[in-house]
């Protein structure tokens, strides 16, 4: 599978023919930065010095590598290594070279990498570095974090960004590989700090990027200013945003090195992020495809090295004519075989009443897992001659699917807007305007995300219209419902068209009053939930919820960090039923 972005690792195995396993070396040379007695430094550095944590507990530098490269043998096979010079900052000074050119000369490596700061490259490092250069493959990993001088003295670099830019090109002028490190989050910045850094990155001559989360250590000063002051963190969610608009900016055939920094359970005060890093390496890969978002596509230059690709669906006319698409992923349908546009007209838009809703106020509609369009569609169609405007947000995941829609759906007989050329507006701009005055605003994302970008209290409508809860609960759990329920006005409404005893059971216990809708192309209806009772076209059944809140069927499902996956989730209520029987026995 393609990658949308360079990987580092493909890059070199590529380069060598072989993967190349890094052997993380600490040399103990401390930093130029800290004091004799350990003082100073960096705000966000400890006294460990960013030491790979393989290194930790071995006696010497040759203990380090033989027992790293020998378990590389006995676990992956590994044939080739390469050296990585990690902790605190190499100085390369004359004391420091013999280190290096011994322990390369007696362990296997094809390559050295080495870690140091831009002030570290002296005349002398320079020339040393070119020697070593001569004999094995080195790469110098430059820490210069970010381009700002502000955040460089807020965090106690020590150095500035010129300083960068004068070691970048002594490198460059010496044929030595450059990999920059960047720190997305640093205290101060914002995400037009993150966008600056990458813009001024992708114009310099290097060779690879490696792109960390700020993490807030112990025994640093920055987790004594987190003491007194929280400092803001970034979740998986919110810095996936960052890292994903940061590669967007990075040249295409820029290696990326790695993703997210690691730290030692023991020593890290925050983020707690819920996620491993393979499973957020393969979020964002997941989003950045959903999207079809790729590595420098942000850039002006950039034009796509192939076609879209397409999705695992196909068209299926529905009885009323219109057109639905079934996900061979997923499989399911997106729409009942009754009608797609029967679907969205009767079981949300009618019931709704936004024509009527319209004549006396405004309306701002939420349209979770938008699709196709056709909820949103039939929305405006309903606003045509309204007293007052219709203000759409729409929530999606996967883009692709909006261009297939664009693509494949028949052009519509509507007079009053296109509905194709509407589509292709939210694809490339994520906004439109098919009425004068109803725009439509996409958001691309993980709705369990996306939603938290949304303002308390700002919704009065809601169509909830995501894939079953057999195959995308997700989007069915108490803690979403939550989240609907923050945003939405006093007398906001949701109509969805599910009815499932663990998704009633879930608006019940997130504080809504629920009721039912008419059966559209399904056995049973749809569900209508509100805050305020007095809306309910047609409350559920006293028996209805009686078995609700004493049976296994109102178990609702749950995802406490709006990070599960479905399989994650139905695991979870499935250990919870086992323990509800066993307390019934």
Not at 233 to 252: A, C, K, Q, S
Request: charge should be negative.
């Amino acid at each position: 599978m393609k990658l949308p972005f360079t990987s580092y690792k493909d890059f070199m195995t590529e380069r060598h023919g072989t993967p190349l396993h890094r052997v993380p070396i600490d040399f103990n040379f401390g930093c130029p930065n800290r004091e004799a007695d350990g003082s100073g430094g960096c705000t966000f550095c400890n006294l460990r010095g960013s030491a790979a944590v393989q290194t930790l507990g071995t006696d010497t530098v040759e203990e380090q590598m033989q027992a790293a490269i020998d378990f590389a043998r006995r676990r992956y096979g590994a044939k080739k290594f390469m050296a990585y010079i990690q902790a605190f900052s190499a100085t390369f000074g004359e004391a420091q070279q013999p280190l290096y050119l011994n322990l390369l000369d007696q362990f296997p490596f094809t390559a050295v990498s080495i870690g140091t700061r831009p002030d570290c490259i002296t005349p002398q490092a320079l020339d040393f570095l070119i020697e070593l250069n001569r004999h094995i493959e080195v790469w110098v990993e430059l820490g210069v974090q970010t381009i700002h001088d502000t955040t460089l003295e807020r965090v106690n670099r020590g150095h500035d960004w010129a300083s960068s830019e004068r070691a970048i090109e002594l490198l460059h002028q010496a044929n030595i590989p450059i990999a920059l490190h960047a720190i997305l989050g640093l205290p101060g910045e914002t995400a037009t700090d993150f966008q600056a850094t990458a813009d001024r990155f992708a114009q310099l001559p290097i060779q690879a990027v490696k792109i960390h989360n700020l993490h807030i250590e112990k025994g640093t000063t920055l987790a004594l200013e987190h003491a007194l002051t929280p400092l803001p963190v970034f979740n998986e969610y919110t810095f996936g945003e960052h890292l994903i608009d940061f590669i967007r900016r990075m040249p295409p055939s820029l290696p990326i090195m790695r993703l997210t920094t690691d730290t030692l359970d023991l020593e890290l005060i925050a983020p707690r992020w819920q996620m491993d890093k393979q499973k957020f390496r393969n979020y964002i890969i997941a989003q950045m495809e959903a999207r079809e978002w790729r590595q420098g596509d942000l850039l002006p230059a950039f034009t796509h090295p192939e076609p879209p690709a397409k999705l695992a669906i196909h068209p299926v006319v529905t009885d009323d004519g219109s057109t639905t698409f079934w996900n061979n992923h997923v499989k399911e349908h997106y729409h009942t075989r009754a009608g797609a546009r029967l679907e969205a007209e009767e079981k949300y838009v009618q019931p709704a009443r936004i024509h009527k809703q319209l004549q006396n106020n405004p309306l701002h509609l939420l349209d979770i897992c938008f699709g196709l369009g056709y909820n949103s569609r039939a929305a405006l169609n309903a606003a045509i001659g309204a007293a007052h405007p219709l203000q759409i947000t729409a929530l999606e995941m996967d883009r692709r699917i909006v261009r297939h829609a664009a693509e494949i759906l028949p052009s519509d007989s509507n007079t009053n807007f296109n509905w194709i050329t509407t589509l292709q507006q939210l694809y490339q701009n994520g906004s439109a305007s098919p009425l004068p005055e109803n725009p439509i605003q996409m958001h691309w994302g993980d709705a369990r995300h996306t939603i938290t970008q949304l303002p308390d209290k700002s919704v009065d409508l809601i169509f909830l219209d995501a894939f079953s809860s057999t195959r995308n609960s997700e989007c069915w759990t108490l803690q979403f419902f939550q989240q609907i329920k923050r945003i939405m006005r006093p007398h906001a409404q949701l109509f969805t068209y599910a009815a499932a005893g663990p998704i009633r059971s879930g608006l019940l216990q997130a504080g809504f009053s629920i009721g039912e809708t008419t059966p559209i192309g399904r056995p049973r209806g749809g569900t209508q939930a509100t805050l305020d009772a007095s809306l309910l076209l047609q409350p559920i059944l006293e028996n209805e919820l009686i078995s609700l809140r004493t049976t296994t069927r109102g178990i609702p499902f749950q995802d406490p960090h709006l990070l599960w996956t479905h399989r994650e989730i139905v695991r979870d209520r499935e250990q919870r039923i086992i323990e509800f029987k066993s307390l019934k026995n």
